[in-house]
């Protein structure tokens, strides 16, 4: 996937991306057997060139390709919707490097770190309750695990990293719960009362 810059604050879609943009990549493997990388890139490298590691790039998570198979048709459907309301590009996901803007690229990480180490059997759990958040909710689930447990490796399996996954993967949408009524009287949306479900899950202290 590439992306590009709409013209209005912070509204990042697929498309092309300028040379300095600060962005995620997925580097998808062909074989089924090597991982998924997502990495955020504070600028864009050639992308027919391998990663050079350094302070500009940093891995935030690792998925087997089976995982990453699990998840890569619905974010793609959800991205993709996005962009159609807005009238920008679409994209699709390809073997090799795929730069997502940095807003898309915060999405796609969360859901990664919330089915990197979960039971297979719960991962569509995951993907139903990520669909269930705003964009803005799942930008400040990044930011809160990213600070302390943001590295790839080493924040696996620890502190909000670790929370996310429980939340995702263990509060399922109910669709029978479809129209119920919301404490002030109103009806709450699925969507609504899940997001704010695993906000009170997941707030720590």
């Not at 600028?43 to 060139?49: A, K, R, T, V």
């Not at 447990?149 to 479809?178: C, F, M, V, Y």
């Amino acid at each position: 996937m590439r992306a590009k810059k709409n013209q209005s604050h912070d509204r990042e879609v697929w498309g092309t991306l300028e040379a300095t943009d600060h962005h995620f990549r997925v580097e998808i493997p062909r074989a089924k057997n090597l991982d998924v990388t997502i990495s955020e890139n504070f600028s864009l490298q050639d992308p027919d060139l391998p990663l050079v590691p350094s302070d500009q790039v940093k891995k935030r998570v690792i998925l087997p390709k089976q995982r990453w198979d699990h998840i890569a048709a619905a974010v793609r459907i959800e991205f993709n919707e996005r962009c159609k309301k807005l009238g920008a590009e679409t994209g699709s996901w390809k073997v090799g490097a795929n730069d997502l803007p940095r807003s898309l690229g915060k999405e796609l990480v969360v859901l990664a770190w919330a089915i990197e180490q979960a039971p297979e059997d719960k991962i569509p759990y995951a993907i139903q309750n990520w669909l269930g958040l705003s964009p803005e909710e799942r930008w400040w689930l990044y930011t809160q695990a990213n600070a302390a447990t943001g590295h790839a490796e080493k924040g696996r399996g620890r502190g909000w990293r670790k929370a996310i996954q429980i939340a995702l993967t263990e509060n399922p949408i109910d669709s029978k719960a479809e129209g119920s009524e919301a404490a002030d009287g109103s009806k709450a949306s699925p969507r609504a009362r899940n997001a704010a479900e695993i906000k009170k899950s997941l707030t720590i202290g």
